[in-house]
């Protein structure tokens, strides 16, 4: 399985702390925290680079197009059974307005003391059964809130060091 990491959201903190856990826990949310704080409709506003300097180039993402043509994504990602969608409305030369994404989405949970809760998801085409799809895509879970939130992705550079592309989404209401 090819897997992308990117962190999200879920009411954490950069310090690691939940709305509903005290500042003072080592832990992060749990699993089913971030699940319910990543549940709704996202419009992903930004991409922005950290230690990917400005020259380097990323051809696309999650194997599917540019940076830029996510850039105004509506990504609705639903209770139930998690299947959701990105729909594309970034106009360019590579970018197919209008085009929506089926997506199956998850939060992968490492277990206790193997790491954070990771925003998970793999694409569908027509046809396709979930259970049958074996590609797909990780990011991790930085921060949420009721209306923004942040998951990155790393990004392994040329020259064997490592960057993250972070994206900054903004509840739909």
């Given at each position: 399985?090819?897997?992308?990491?990117?962190?999200?959201?879920?009411?954490?903190?950069?310090?690691?702390?939940?709305?509903?856990?005290?500042?003072?826990?080592?832990?992060?949310?749990?699993?089913?925290?971030?699940?319910?704080?990543?549940?709704?409709?996202?419009?992903?506003?930004?991409?922005?680079?950290?230690?990917?300097?400005?020259?380097?180039?990323?051809?696309?993402?999650?194997?599917?197009?540019?940076?830029e043509?996510?850039?105004?994504?509506?990504?609705?990602?639903?209770?139930?059974?998690?299947?959701?969608?990105?729909?594309?409305?970034?106009?360019?030369?590579?970018?197919?307005?209008?085009?929506?994404?089926?997506?199956?989405?998850?939060?992968?949970?490492?277990?206790?003391?193997?790491?954070?809760?990771?925003?998970?998801?793999?694409?569908?085409?027509?046809?396709?059964?979930?259970?049958?799809?074996?590609?797909?895509?990780?990011?991790?879970?930085?921060?949420?809130?009721?209306q923004?939130?942040?998951m990155?992705m790393?990004?392994?550079?040329?020259?064997?060091?490592?960057?993250?592309?972070?994206?900054?989404?903004?509840?739909?209401?």
């Open positions: 399985m090819a897997v992308v990491l990117v962190s999200a959201c879920g009411a954490q903190r950069k310090d690691g702390g939940y709305s509903n856990v005290p500042a003072t826990s080592n832990e992060g949310p749990t699993a089913s925290q971030w699940r319910n704080g990543v549940k709704g409709t996202w419009v992903l506003n930004s991409v922005t680079r950290e230690d990917i300097p400005q020259t380097y180039t990323i051809k696309n993402i999650f194997d599917e197009a540019p940076v043509c996510f850039i105004g994504s509506v990504w609705h990602l639903p209770t139930g059974n998690y299947r959701g969608s990105i729909t594309f409305n970034a106009s360019g030369t590579l970018c197919a307005t209008g085009a929506v994404r089926t997506i199956i989405w998850s939060i992968y949970n490492p277990g206790k003391g193997m790491g954070q809760p990771e925003f998970q998801f793999k694409k569908l085409y027509a046809g396709d059964k979930a259970a049958n799809v074996t590609t797909g895509y990780r990011l991790g879970l930085s921060y949420a809130d009721a923004t939130l942040t990155r790393p990004v392994d550079l040329d020259n064997g060091s490592r960057g993250y592309l972070i994206f900054n989404f903004t509840r739909n209401q």
